[in-house]
């Protein structure tokens, strides 16, 4: 979720080696038609791995898609089916991401506000670094309130707080949470509670709760109803995840017409901003339901739907890989992601996602 003249390119390199109520009347298969079936688990270290490389690999898959409609990407690109940028690379949502994982390696689940807002300050708001680059409106607005010595919860209060900006960095709490979808929600809902409200809070809570489920090894089903379980059922958010799986479940005969229903069931349209959580969260879902948690057609669903592309590419990302783990990762995507490099939080520069989902995930547990 990153404005489009505020992005930039990081080189494509390795960087590593080798329900709620109504929650039950949505339901997908356990493996995508034409798919083997998994025969062998993967680990717990794998699943965090997968959520955190498949959150970066959606996010720099969909960020040349960002803010545009399905029409213009075809007009472009045709249908997107791997990267179509040279040198492609993660936004906000990676970097951001990287930042929660880091507190939450640090604090685990005694994380209050109080370490958010602190680590804001120390990370990003009180380095003099010139004016803040590439990140959403809910981002900026918090900033803002921070530098004018706002606290929080009243830094949240901003004109964006329902965006989607809590939700693109929510997977590292699932990572940290596994097979835990309400301490999950818990747990986001401190961290978000710096620059988030209502909307917004629930949109990270649906995230959240919904890797918990898929590194806990829930099928598509179980991952869908966990993440309606932590939210209010009459919320806007539960309601346009609902639209979104009922939409694509529903038979439309070819790719494009299920793209369309889902995005149709979503969408809100003629609204000027795409970074709204509850129709970045329904976008996600339903990719995730299309594809019954099959890593590429997730995320490469979310990217031919356009809107906030990178945001709901890197959400659909995180769930398809903490279901099946990195392997289910096609290697080419992977090997493109390397350390981030700062163009949005500078303070962040030359860190792994690998090496966060490793922090949350200890070798000894996993």
């Given at each position: 979720?990153?404005?489009?003249?505020?992005?930039?390119?990081?080189?494509?390199?390795?960087?590593?080696?080798?329900?709620?109520?109504?929650?039950?009347?949505?339901?997908?298969?356990?493996?995508?038609?034409?798919?083997?079936?998994?025969?062998?688990?993967?680990?717990?270290?794998?699943?965090?791995?997968?959520?955190?490389?498949?959150?970066?690999?959606?996010?720099?898959?969909?960020?040349?898609?960002?803010?545009?409609?399905?029409?213009?990407?075809?007009?472009?690109?045709?249908?997107?089916?791997?990267?179509?940028?040279?040198?492609?690379?993660?936004?906000?949502?990676?970097?951001?991401?990287?930042?929660?994982?880091?507190?939450?390696?640090?604090?685990?689940?005694?994380?209050?506000?109080?370490?958010?807002?602190?680590?804001?300050?120390?990370?990003?708001?009180?380095?003099?670094?010139?004016?803040?680059?590439?990140?959403?409106?809910?981002?900026?607005?918090?900033?803002?309130?921070?530098?004018?010595?706002?606290?929080?919860?009243?830094?949240?209060?901003?004109?964006?707080?329902?965006?989607?900006?809590?939700?693109?960095?929510?997977?590292?709490?699932?990572?940290?949470?596994?097979?835990?979808?309400?301490?999950?929600?818990?747990?986001?809902?401190?961290?978000?509670?710096?620059?988030?409200?209502?909307?917004?809070?629930?949109?990270?809570?649906?995230?959240?709760?919904?890797?918990?489920?898929?590194?806990?090894?829930?099928?598509?089903?179980?991952?869908?109803?966990?993440?309606?379980?932590?939210?209010?059922?009459?919320?806007?958010?539960?309601?346009?995840?609902?639209?979104?799986?009922?939409?694509?479940?529903?038979?439309?005969?070819?790719?494009?017409?299920?793209?369309?229903?889902?995005?149709?069931?979503?969408?809100?349209?003629?609204?000027?901003?795409?970074?709204?959580?509850?129709?970045?969260?329904?976008l996600a879902f339903g990719a995730f339901a299309v594809a019954r948690g099959d890593f590429r057609t997730s995320v490469l669903t979310a990217v031919n739907m356009g809107r906030d592309a990178d945001t709901t590419a890197a959400v659909a990302g995180a769930l398809a890989g903490a279901f099946a783990g990195r392997a289910a990762i096609p290697p080419e995507w992977a090997a493109a992601i390397g350390p981030v490099r700062g163009s949005c939080l500078p303070a962040m520069r030359g860190r792994h996602v690998l090496d966060v989902a490793?922090?949350?995930?200890?070798?000894?547990?996993?």
């Amino acid at each position: 979720m990153q404005d489009m003249a505020d992005r930039e390119k990081a080189p494509a390199t390795d960087g590593r080696p080798g329900g709620g109520p109504g929650a039950a009347a949505v339901t997908a298969p356990a493996t995508a038609p034409g798919t083997a079936a998994v025969t062998t688990a993967p680990t717990l270290r794998e699943r965090a791995r997968g959520a955190l490389l498949g959150l970066a690999v959606g996010d720099a898959l969909g960020a040349p898609a960002e803010n545009m409609r399905p029409s213009e990407i075809r007009r472009r690109w045709g249908r997107i089916e791997g990267f179509v940028a040279d040198d492609p690379a993660g936004t906000d949502d990676t970097e951001y991401a990287i930042l929660s994982g880091l507190l939450l390696a640090r604090h685990g689940s005694a994380l209050t506000v109080a370490q958010v807002e602190a680590a804001w300050h120390h990370w990003i708001a009180d380095l003099d670094e010139g004016p803040f680059r590439g990140a959403g409106f809910s981002e900026r607005g918090t900033l803002e309130n921070l530098r004018r010595g706002l606290a929080a919860p009243i830094s949240a209060q901003h004109r964006h707080a329902w965006s989607d900006g809590l939700a693109m960095r929510a997977a590292p709490f699932g990572v940290h949470a596994a097979g835990r979808p309400q301490e999950a929600a818990r747990l986001v809902a401190i961290d978000g509670t710096v620059s988030h409200e209502g909307e917004g809070i629930y949109g990270g809570q649906a995230v959240a709760a919904g890797v918990a489920a898929a590194m806990a090894g829930a099928g598509p089903a179980g991952v869908i109803g966990a993440a309606l379980s932590v939210v209010p059922m009459d919320s806007w958010t539960a309601r346009s995840l609902r639209r979104g799986v009922v939409a694509a479940q529903r038979p439309h005969g070819s790719v494009l017409a299920t793209e369309r229903a889902v995005r149709s069931a979503v969408v809100i349209g003629g609204y000027p901003w795409t970074d709204l959580a509850p129709e970045a969260v329904g976008l996600a879902f339903g990719a995730f339901a299309v594809a019954r948690g099959d890593f590429r057609t997730s995320v490469l669903t979310a990217v031919n739907m356009g809107r906030d592309a990178d945001t709901t590419a890197a959400v659909a990302g995180a769930l398809a890989g903490a279901f099946a783990g990195r392997a289910a990762i096609p290697p080419e995507w992977a090997a493109a992601i390397g350390p981030v490099r700062g163009s949005c939080l500078p303070a962040m520069r030359g860190r792994h996602v690998l090496d966060v989902a490793d922090l949350l995930v200890p070798q000894a547990s996993s």
